[in-house]
């Protein structure tokens, strides 16, 4: 069983993600698959959240909690990195580089 370490850094999670996928068996499982899966969770990201702010929501929907539901977006995000050798962290760090010379409103 994979350990992840008490103060993990984000290149710690990719790797976590990454021997969590093979003990599971879905290390085997494609882009497009994880993308879809992806897309899944967000949705049920959403309905968590309307769940929270009282908004109507199908009564059969299993919800689970908003904090469940980003930490499996994390683990998607992770794996389809993985999948593309992509190191998270330095992609958000040059792409924040990108940012703070953009003009906010």
């Known amino acids: 069983m994979p350990i992840l370490k008490k103060s993990p850094q ?16 879905f290390s085997n499982e494609t882009i497009i698959q994880k993308c879809l899966l992806l897309g899944e969770e967000i949705g049920e ?27 499996d977006i994390l683990i998607y995000l992770c794996a389809i990195a993985n999948r593309l050798n992509i190191d998270l962290e330095k992609a958000f760090r040059q792409k924040e580089e990108i940012n703070k010379k953009r003009t906010w409103l």
């Open 10 to 25: 984000l290149q710690d999670i990719q790797r976590y993600v990454s021997e969590l996928e093979e003990e599971r068996g």
């Open 45 to 71: 990201l959403f309905k968590a959240i309307r769940k929270s702010e009282k908004i109507k929501i199908d009564n059969n929907s299993n919800i689970n909690s908003i904090d469940h539901e980003l930490a």
